[in-house]
Nanobody
């Protein structure tokens, strides 16, 4: 398994920006798609964005499209989530996850991701 550690969360005012980072160690990082998920209070965990191992293919949920951007730097074993124009409804615990298999397709199930970070809090105040 790959170990994942998120950073960059915190408290920000509505309209502000944050960049989350997820550093990987352990199993080979390159070759595997990565994803960012979030769980808001009282809600189920949802996928926010996914990226192929090359970075050429990306998916963003409709709720964040145009505001969030996922990217990766394989040399640094790091995946990023740039979050702009933040809204109070973006408040959640954000999780980084590594896919269980190589190959790009939009993964709809949490079970398709085998390694998870511990999560990091993002709070957007109005």
């Amino acid at each position: 398994q790959v170990q994942l550690v998120e950073s960059g969360g915190g408290l920000v005012q509505a309209g502000g920006s944050l960049r989350l980072s997820c550093v990987a160690s352990g199993r080979t990082f390159s070759g595997y798609p990565m994803g960012w998920f979030r769980r808001a209070p009282g809600k189920e965990r949802e996928c926010v964005a996914q990226i192929s191992w090359s970075g050429d293919s990306r998916y963003h949920a409709d709720s964040v499209k145009g505001r969030f951007t996922i990217s990766r730097d394989n040399a640094k074993l790091t995946v990023y989530l740039q979050m702009n124009s933040l809204k109070p409804e973006d408040t959640a615990v954000y999780y980084c996850a590594a896919a269980q298999s190589t190959g790009w397709y939009i993964r709809r199930k949490e079970a398709d991701f085998g390694s998870w970070g511990q999560g990091i809090q993002v709070t957007v105040s109005s």
